[in-house]
């Protein structure tokens, strides 16, 4: 049996977690929590460790002070976290279209959607494969908008060799089990500016200076402004601080994963069977996920069936928001849906997980050839 996801674990997790437990220190900030912003800064002026992406959005959508009204640019072809963290705050969420080749934001469309209420846009870096950044900061500056990067996929992905989350205003991690790197559920927000940093800390702090009176620059803490507690216990950051020290060699090996199906699978391209995804030139991905396109939907419910027969689990996300009860109710699809809908019904996800050998790959890779055989 091969299923979809295995979270990650590579070994020192425990000992880490132990560490924290004789530390006296369980709860969040600590000598863990502090390892891992050290390890994001080395791509970001400022990171801080949060309990999910989701949370991170939530404080990227406050220190973007949406208020009720306001709208925000992004694709429909995204998780729900993407558009419900604005949603909160009030906004009206503004989809648009995507590429059919990295299925990320049409960054030619995005012009277009903007009004005088536009305060954001949202790029979603799908499978770790950067959006149009270049074009898209140029946007935003000229409308004067800010950029807050969902790179929920991305850490450790580049677009024309800076980081992915740390190009826009904000860019925000997911460290859930499903991603490269993990700590059950987990995040951080990523802040380019300085002058965003002391609101964050505080937002991140249930709406208290708690992180200034800890390190001695006031001699008690008090509440100044809204917040929440988005950060998490030691006991996650040392989980994760375990797989960020050995990124390098995690990235390898699913770089090496990956490679291993593109190439297996490129006859099956050729031949005009199926599509196999698209990195730019300007992006190094990080080999978040491995997907394939099939001729569409019922194709995908065959292959899906067969694979699931032969001990495979593979699956598709995701319905696109603006088509979803939610959706319908907080946003609007500017112009038209030529490649979002169509192109997430023909999309689907291969197993692709750190402990996947590479026997496990040619065997799924064997299963998709047998499929393809048999459909005319
Ligand atoms: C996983 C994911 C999220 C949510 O991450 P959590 O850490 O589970 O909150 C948001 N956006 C995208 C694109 C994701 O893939």
Redesign the pocket.
């Known amino acids: 049996m091969i299923p979809f996801n295995k979270p990650p674990f590579v070994g020192k997790e425990i000992e880490y977690i132990k560490k924290a437990i004789k530390n006296n220190k369980i709860c969040g900030d600590g000598e863990f929590t502090k390892a891992c912003n050290n390890w994001i800064e080395q791509k970001t002026k400022k990171a801080l460790l949060t309990?999910?992406?989701?949370?991170?959005?939530e404080m990227a959508a406050i220190l973007a002070d949406i208020k009720e009204g306001d709208e925000v640019i992004m694709p429909a072809f995204?998780?729900?976290?993407?558009a419900d963290a604005f949603v909160m705050r009030g906004a009206k969420i503004v989809f648009v279209d995507i590429r059919p080749d990295t299925m990320n934001i049409d960054e030619n469309l995005i012009e277009a959607a903007i009004t005088s209420k536009t305060k954001v846009i949202v790029p979603?870096?799908?499978a770790g494969v950067a959006c149009e950044m270049d074009k898209i900061l140029q946007i935003a500056k000229k409308y004067n908008l800010l950029v807050v990067e969902?790179?929920?996929?991305g850490v450790m992905s580049t677009y024309k060799g800076q980081a992915l989350g740390s190009i826009g205003d904000f860019g925000?991690?997911?460290?859930?089990e499903?991603?490269n790197y993990s700590s059950g559920?987990?995040?951080a927000i990523l802040i380019r500016d300085d002058r965003y940093i002391e609101r964050a800390e505080i937002i991140r702090e249930k709406g208290t200076n708690r992180s200034k009176f800890w390190r001695g620059q006031i001699d008690k803490y008090t509440w100044v402004d809204l917040g929440s507690s988005y950060l998490p216990s030691e006991l996650n950051a040392a989980y994760l601080y375990a797989q960020l020290e050995r990124a390098q060699e995690i990235n390898n090996h699913r770089l090496a994963l990956w490679k291993l199906y593109n190439n297996s699978l490129k006859s099956l391209e050729e031949s005009g069977r199926i599509e196999l995804p698209t990195i730019p030139d300007e992006c190094k991905h990080n080999a978040?996920m491995f997907y394939i396109k099939t001729k569409g939907i019922e194709e995908r419910t065959e292959l899906i069936k067969f694979l699931k027969e032969n001990g495979i689990t593979a699956v598709f996300h995701y319905i696109p928001l603006h088509t979803s009860p939610a959706g319908l109710k907080f946003g609007y699809f500017n112009g038209e849906d030529i490649y979002t809908t169509a192109e997430s019904e023909r999309l689907l996800r291969l197993p692709m997980y750190y402990s996947l050998t590479e026997d496990e790959v040619r065997y799924v890779v064997k299963k998709v050839e047998e499929f393809y055989r048999w459909v005319c």
């Open positions: 309990t999910s992406c989701t949370h991170a959005l995204t998780f729900v976290s993407t979603v870096h799908y969902d790179a929920a996929q925000c991690y997911s460290f859930h499903t991603k559920e987990g995040g978040h």
